[in-house]
Each structure stands twice: as structure tokens, then as C-alpha cells.
């Protein structure tokens, strides 16, 4: 069982407004990614980082931001939701087993 | 990270074979296999990986060819449950570099 968790599962929030979308793993996994994926479409990579202080854009432009100030926890911010954000929005990590771990994602409708 | 071609979706009848193929014609000689599915809008879960020699695991089998450009993904008896998007992605094994998911390929086990 990955030890892997995102919250909020659904989060339905009005235009303009800040959120923070958590994501934290206990792995002690060096590498995390996030993930946008509309329904029935296939994942995009929009950042990544490969340790404490660092983070890289993904294949896919995202207003949003994250951080990475502890191993365990990878949050990711949009400071003005809008409409085109929502989406469902997944987060994954990775250590030494090279075998990535995937949380159970979160569904964001912004309205 | 070598690129991937994999057929868009596929049919399989409940309880035979499923054989997933997926095309890696620029492999280079230190990147390895890796197969994900994800099973409606959860996070994708590993199945399996492999360098060159076949593999088998409680979920799968990996077979790839002596020449290493294309492998196929078999589940000896495709149940229902099934039903997924199976990712084929080629990478170096604890390698900094990107984790990214293709379109995959749609399996839909029929009763």
C-alpha cells in the first residue's frame, strides 16, 4: 500500500480565489511529480522535483506553483483559480525502486 | 527518455489472454520497460519492468524482443477488473529525467 495522500479528494472553489493542493508521502522518495488530467485524457506532466528546494516545470504550461521546503511534502498553488483549471490533479512520487506511487488525486471545479 | 507508439485501445473477452503491445524502436541499451495502468480516473498503478529478459510478476508477463524494440504486455486471464488505460514508458532506471505518460492504450475485457 503506498503511503502516499492528497487532499482535499474534491474541492469545488469561485473564480479568483488562492488554493493550495496538498500532497505528502512518507517513502522518504527523493523525486515527486504533479499531474493534470482532464476525463478521458491523458496525463500531463506540469512540475516535478528531484529533492529539497527543487523544482522544475513539466511538459504541459500551468499557471500553477509548487514548492518542495520538505522531503515528504510537494504542494501545488494556483493563485487565481480560473474555469480552465478545472481538471483532476495527480500526485505521484518515486525513490531508488524506481517504481512511481501515485496518490488518489484531486478533483478541482472551479466555478 | 525513448519515445513509445501504442495502439489507442483494444477488446479482449473475459478470461482470455489480454496481449498489450507497445513499440520502442529507439530504446537505448540502458533504459528499461515499464508498464502503469490506471484504472478509471484513480492514480495509475505499476504492473511490471524489464531490461531485456522476460519477466513475470502476480499481475503480468513482460515478453521483449532479442532486439529490444518492442515489447507486449500479457495478463494470462483478463477479468473484468481489468478495464483500464495500460501505459508503456521506457526511462533509465533512477534517472532524474521526466516521468511521462503517453496516450496508452484503452483495454476493455468483455463479458
Known amino acids: 500500500e503506498a503511503d502516499i495522500y492528497q487532499t482535499p479528494r474534491y474541492l469545488v472553489i469561485g473564480t479568483g480565489k488562492k488554493i493550495t493542493l496538498e500532497c505528502s508521502q512518507t517513502m522518504g522518495h527523493d523525486k515527486m511529480y504533479w499531474y493534470q488530467q482532464d476525463p478521458g485524457m491523458e496525463l500531463h506532466l506540469i512540475h516535478y522535483?528531484?529533492?529539497?528546494?527543487?523544482?522544475e516545470k513539466g511538459d504541459l504550461s500551468s499557471e500553477s506553483t509548487v514548492s518542495r521546503i520538505r522531503t515528504e511534502h510537494f504542494p501545488l498553488t494556483l493563485e487565481s483559480a480560473r474555469p480552465s483549471h478545472t481538471s483532476q490533479y495527480l500526485c505521484?512520487?518515486?525513490?531508488?525502486?524506481?517504481?512511481?506511487?501515485f496518490g488518489q488525486g484531486t478533483r478541482l471545479t472551479v466555478v | 527518455d525513448a519515445k513509445t507508439t501504442q495502439p489507442p485501445s483494444m477488446d479482449c473477452a473475459e478470461g482470455r489472454a489480454a496481449n498489450l503491445p507497445c513499440n520502442h524502436s529507439?530504446?537505448?541499451?540502458?533504459?528499461?520497460v515499464y508498464w502503469y495502468r490506471q484504472i478509471h480516473s484513480q492514480g495509475p498503478q505499476y504492473i511490471i519492468h524489464g531490461l531485456k529478459n522476460n519477466e513475470t510478476n502476480e499481475m503480468a508477463s513482460l515478453i521483449i524482443t532479442e532486439d529490444r524494440k518492442s515489447s507486449t504486455l500479457i495478463l494470462p486471464h483478463a477479468t473484468l477488473r481489468d478495464t483500464a488505460v495500460y501505459y508503456c514508458?521506457?526511462?533509465?532506471?533512477?534517472?532524474?529525467?521526466?516521468?511521462?505518460f503517453g496516450k496508452g492504450t484503452k483495454l476493455s475485457v468483455k463479458p
Open positions: 529507439t530504446i537505448s541499451g540502458n533504459e528499461y
Open positions: 522535483s528531484y529533492g529539497v528546494n527543487s523544482t
Open positions: 505521484a512520487s518515486m525513490g531508488w525502486s524506481t517504481e512511481a506511487f
Open positions: 514508458i521506457v526511462r533509465v532506471p533512477r534517472s532524474q529525467g521526466n516521468l511521462i
